[in-house]
């Protein structure tokens, strides 16, 4: 079946950094990425929505300069955290909505942890 | 602006009994909604979705679930539960079939011997 990926699964890094998230649809083409976080015991926040070949739209209070969101294929849409904080540490989740139709899968996760 | 509320954070279930996982939604029209599954280091599953028509719907795995106007809820059920279903629930509401989904914040099932 369809499969969404997302690399790295866990990422520690030093506060300050960028880390770049990439989340792939392995099987299927996506017009439609969405990016959540996820804070432990909490509900997945939607942070924004990534359209292939435009600009994502953010939510309300997401900054889009420290979240960087590319949609540059299909099948790739990738999160970049700029200098990055330890209150980003949170595990960050993608969703793709396949090509033309209504179905949609969630990608593994990735566990960010900023030191 | 769309909620949705999971009242029970933590359920503890025997296996082979029944479960119930509640879910309470606010919203203005009539709603998409959706339950999921999240194991760890897994992504969340699709379990089942409810957009229009009957308001009981089956899903994977033996769930169903039971969409309430009057209550605004929309209930999991499973008639027996096995060990491999403890996992996290999220219940979500759409404003439309396939874009933004708001999410409770979840409800972990652990289910004992």
């Known amino acids: 079946g369809a499969v969404v990926s997302q690399h790295p699964s866990r990422v520690i890094c030093k506060s300050g950094t960028s880390v770049k998230i990439e989340c792939r649809s392995l099987d299927f083409q996506a017009t439609t990425m969405f990016w959540y976080r996820q804070f432990p015991k909490q509900s997945l926040m939607l942070m924004a929505t990534s359209n292939e070949g435009s600009k994502a739209t953010y939510e309300q209070g997401v900054e889009k300069d420290k979240f960087l969101i590319n949609h540059a294929s299909l099948t790739l849409s990738t999160l970049t955290v700029t200098s990055a904080h330890p209150e980003d540490s949170s595990f960050y989740i993608c969703?793709?909505?396949?090509?033309?139709?209504?179905?949609?899968?969630f990608g593994p996760g990735t566990r960010l942890t900023v030191l | 602006a769309q909620s949705v509320t999971q009242p029970d954070i933590h359920i503890t279930v025997s296996e082979g009994a029944s479960l119930e996982l509640r879910c309470n939604y606010s919203y203005g029209a009539t709603p998409y909604l959706f339950w999921y599954v999240q194991s760890p280091g897994q992504g969340l599953q699709l379990l089942l979705k409810?957009?229009?028509?009957?308001?009981l719907v089956q899903g994977i795995k033996g769930f169903e679930a039971e969409f309430k106007r009057s209550q605004s809820s929309f209930n999991l059920r499973k008639p027996s539960v096995h060990w491999s279903d403890a996992a996290e629930y999220f219940c979500a509401v759409g404003e439309s079939g396939n874009e933004k989904l708001t999410f409770g914040t979840g409800t972990r099932l652990t289910i004992i011997p």
């Open positions: 969703r793709a909505i396949k090509a033309g139709t209504d179905t949609q899968y």
């Open positions: 409810y957009f229009s028509g009957d308001t």
